[in-house]
């Protein structure tokens, strides 16, 4: 036994060992201050458990014998993408063979005194074995998981030889029963469902139960004549079968998981230009100073449609942030879609509209200094909303990517922006982000190219609060061009890069 909890000892501290590295790797990967981490949805886990074997069966095996719980110890490594997985596990479960306090109601005592002698032997399982996981919910790296474990392997079985005994007289040991020592390697099923709550991304906490199935164990037990002849019974002798032997326990155990990540560089920021000091100037008469122009207030008619102008949209949200100040309004369209304001000259505003059900509107900056010649007291604002549909794509304009890489240019955040708004306004919908690549390079490669594309997207959108689950990100390569463009055709620049798109499918 201490041999079997060395191995599964030094197992634990090379895997918590292993975890603790990649843990400092991954934290020194992700600490340049403009870099995002998208999730694959795979990971390694790693898991130590200890706890009770509750209950060991052999129908019929051992004529005047049980067995008894123990300890149990176990070590495992699994392997997820999404919801299914591979693993293996080594579990070493202890158990106890005891000879029965009472045959047919009459209780053992009383033959030749009181006096019996019962070793207490350890029967040992050491099982390795692999197969197929199963868990819930399928989300990258979730906070909480529940798992089904099955595993197909061998047992190695072992130790549980019983002597029993008994005397009158302490230099004499009449022989009563006995069962031979167990030393066989069996074929083993074994099930196991285990709930895992994560203290960090890394480091969870699990309990869980397990049943392991060894079949064909042979069980070899003796039964003397005195035995006999005091109990009436009607068997004597050696007796071997081949039964076999099921374990059923519950654990408690630590889990470490290792998430795969990748780092997505964002645009930097520009490079702060240093000044040069040059030779004092000589200084030059200053200006008389001049008055500044006074704000002038003009009025501005804001009127949101839908279907091309056609149809107004009442209840839409105006909103209306004054770059100068920072003061951030917002108002809303009437019956006609329309919301009419003033706004002052000399002061800059951005102006955008979003409502339920409608892909919000690009930003439009309005600005007018009071003293320039085209300066107009009233203005008109149209904005026209796309509306959504379900299963209706809609081309997420300006999101764009540079031929073969996956990082979204920097005006592709104003684009999504917008959707982030919109999944805000319509918290029961859920999407379809599909990205597209042209036909150059390789059918393998656009797809791949593709995936990653729509999975920066959907990462940025979940940086930004919204919830995984409302997010689908599927890659579709060269599979779906919108022109000619295909293998062997010759096209522009431009004519390509109508097929590297993102497109937003409502899909609830």
Known sequence: MRRHSLVLFCFAILTIAGTIAAEAQTKKINKAKHDSVVCHNRHWQFSWRGGYNLLTMHPDALRMAKMRGGAYMGFGVDHYWKWFGVGADVDYVVGTPKFSETVDGRLKHGIYGNNWIMDDPFFNRLFFGIGPDFRLPSSCCPKMILEFNTRAGITVVNGGALSVRAYNNPALEIPMYSINSYEQTVFALKGQLRFTYYVTEMLGLSLGGYYLHNFGVRHTDNITTDLKNYLSLSEVGTRSVDKFVGSAGVFGGITLRICSKEKVLRQPEPTPVVAVPQEPKKEEPKP????????TEYKTLVKVTTDGGKTPISNATVSVRNKTTGATQQFITNDKGEYSMELKSNEEFDITVDTKGYLPSETKVVAQKSDDAAFNDHLDLNFDLKRIKIKESIVLENLLYDLGKATIRQEGYTVLERVVTFMNDNPEVKIEISSHTDSRSSDAFNKKLSQ????????????????ESRIKAIGYGESKLLNKCKDGVKCTEEEHQVNRRTEMHIIQ
């Open 452 to 467: 990653l594309r729509a999975n920066n997207v959907k990462q940025y959108l979940i940086d930004k609060g919204i919830d």
């Open 288 to 295: 008389a100073p001049q008055e500044a122009p006074k704000n």
